[in-house]
């Protein structure tokens, strides 16, 4: 299973999201800090999930990082969080 597919997973079952959208941006940060051969280090994430709601934006963006932990420590460099709750814009 790739990284990719393990976010997918875990954000899958930890927030029951209403939409949920996942982009490698690995590739634009070739040579940067962080990046490796292989890509799945740079992830674009946009989520909306009833999880959310009442949450501020930090709030959000700790409880994306404490269900993705595993990967963030097995080498997962970056991610760029959109969170909604379900009508947001």
Known sequence: MTIKEQIKAKLEAGLQPTRLEIEDESHRHAGHG???EGGETHFR???ASARFIGKGRIERHRLVYGLLEEEIAAGVHALALKTKAPGET
């Open 45 to 47: 994430i946009d989520v």
């Open 34 to 36: 962080g990046w490796r």
